[in-house]
């Protein structure tokens, strides 16, 4: 007979997948075949998937994707694209985020780089890293307004977006940058460099970056804290991604 103190113990406890697979195992006789270790198996399996797959669920609404069904195994290697396959594959196994390095994705609008940067994103939260997608026009936005208030807000933005594994700036130096504004990226670089990995999405080679970074003295400190660790990928093609799909799961 089904035991209601165990269901409600373990439903206190939080564990409500294997307080399902109980009452499930208690109302079938075939499970009430198998020994005690078994179905303790089983009750244990199915509570570990289930808080595995929330967790997953959870790291990916926290990341704030454009587009959070993106994923590695969608990626179109057009010949045109001139996309490293074996090279896209060993980055989505996380290995640059072990090893604190960076990508750099860069490629004309409508290339992909966002539809890139989020499949590698998502890829990493499969693998239970915690990751985070914002256009740099947006976070300088957020971090200069919480610089302007006294009641430490900046100290908190600043951690937020350097504590994460990994950090995806999308829209990267699309205009030139204001010196508080380069400043600002300096303090997130030096705090992410060597102990964090960040996806930059560019429509200009790094070469072009130092004009975009206005003060000299804080772009040479900028880019020595980016280009030295990054993998960079030229998103190329004949036709753009948007021409191909029509807004459709690339873009």
């Known amino acids: 007979m089904m035991n209601d103190q165990t269901l409600t113990k373990l439903h206190e406890m939080k564990l409500s997948g294997m307080a399902e697979a109980y009452k499930e195992q208690e109302l079938n006789k075939e499970f009430q075949k198998m020994s005690f270790e078994d179905r303790l198996s089983l009750l244990v399996d199915l509570e570990y998937s289930r808080r595995k797959s929330n967790t997953l669920q959870r790291l990916i609404k926290s990341a704030t994707f454009i587009n959070s069904n993106a ?104 205009t030139d940058l204001s010196t508080d504004e380069a400043a600002i990226l300096l303090e997130i670089a030096e705090a992410r460099h060597k102990v964090a990995s960040t996806i930059f999405c560019s429509q200009i080679d790094p070469n072009g970056w130092h004009t975009k970074l206005g003060n000299e003295t804080i772009a040479e400190a900028i880019l020595d804290r980016i280009i030295h660790d990054s993998y960079q990928i030229l998103i190329d093609g004949e036709i753009s991604m948007r021409e191909r799909h029509g807004l459709g799961k690339e873009v």
């Open 71 to 174: 994923c590695i195994e969608d990626i179109q290697y057009y010949e045109d694209r001139r996309l490293d396959k074996e090279l896209i594959l060993k980055l989505a196994s996380g290995s640059y985020i072990h090893e604190s390095h960076n990508i750099i994705l860069k490629g004309p609008t409508g290339s992909g780089k966002s539809f890139l940067a989020s499949a590698f994103g998502v890829s990493a939260c499969r693998q239970f890293y915690k990751v985070k997608y914002i256009r740099l026009p947006e976070l300088l936005d957020e971090l200069s307004l919480a610089k302007l208030a006294a009641d430490g807000s900046y100290r908190k933005c600043i951690k937020k977006y350097t504590k994460v594994d990994l950090l995806i700036l999308d829209e990267w130096l699309l």
